[in-house]
T-cell receptor
Framework: GIQVEQSPPDLILQEGANSTLRCNFS?????LQWFHQNPWGQLINLFY???GTKQNGRLSATTVATERYSLLYISSSQTTDSGVYFC??????????FGPGTRLSVLP | EAGVAQSPRYKIIEKRQSVAFWCNPI?????LYWYQQILGQGPKLLIQ????????DSQLPKDRFSAERLKGVDSTLKIQPAKLEDSAVYLC????????????FGPGTRLTVT
């Protein structure tokens, strides 16, 4: 099955800093999502992005499917951005596989 | 539009007891998923339904776990008998079928087995 890696595993930022989170996957995919899991455990959809670039406020994401990676950019980070960020990928006819996550802590 | 609903939110049981979790997906979503998330890890798929049929249950421990989706809407996941290693958050998600399978998750049920 598809292998998913995320980096870095942990990230500590000061409020206002920018960051880039990376998701690498081992095979072709036609489904890719980024999620934020807040401290209460809720998984919140950030982007559905099997290819291309999308932006939503301070967050943006880019997936280069041919190179088998996706990037999540967070600009001007806020304390409410803290939590774990997961990417989940699904190949053709295959179910989603989640990466191990990046734990982000934004300090005031 | 209402999101994915799950109940209960928390459950504490002793090992060897049984427990059941309920999920109501987003209206119109034919595909329903149950995931298990152990502390510090990403969610792991247990079972996927499309309407009321099972699409994938390859990672479901069938000796103790069972799931059903009657009438293609609500779903129930059961564990009997529970083991200590079943302590986890059980997440339900739903999506449209076919090409764009964007998943939406419920709040989860946190299970503690003592």
């Amino acid at each position: 099955g598809i292998q998913v890696e995320q980096s870095p595993p942990d990230l500590i930022l000061q409020e206002g800093a920018n960051s880039t989170l990376r998701c690498n996957f081992s095979d072709s995919v036609n489904n890719l999502q980024w999620f934020h899991q807040n401290p209460w455990g809720q998984l919140i959809n950030l982007f559905y992005i099997p290819s291309g670039t999308k932006q939503n406020g301070r967050l943006s994401a880019t997936t280069v499917a041919t190179e088998r990676y996706s990037l999540l950019y967070i600009s001007s980070s806020q304390t409410t951005d803290s939590g774990v960020y997961f990417c989940a990928v699904g190949g053709y006819g295959q179910n989603f596989v989640f990466g191990p996550g990046t734990r982000l802590s934004v300090l005031p | 539009e209402a999101g994915v609903a799950q109940s209960p939110r928390y459950k504490i049981i002793e090992k060897r007891q049984s427990v059941a979790f309920w999920c109501n997906p987003i209206s119109g979503h034919a595909t329903l998923y149950w995931y298990q998330q152990i502390l510090g890890q990403g969610p792991k798929l247990l079972i996927q339904f499309q309407n009321n049929g099972v699409v994938d249950d390859s990672q479901l421990p069938k000796d103790r776990f069972s799931a059903e989706r009657l009438k293609g809407v609500d779903s129930t996941l059961k564990i009997q008998p529970a083991k200590l290693e079943d302590s986890a958050v059980y997440l339900c998600a739903s999506s449209q079928p076919y090409r764009r399978r964007e998943q939406y998750f419920g709040p989860g049920t946190r299970l503690t087995v003592t």
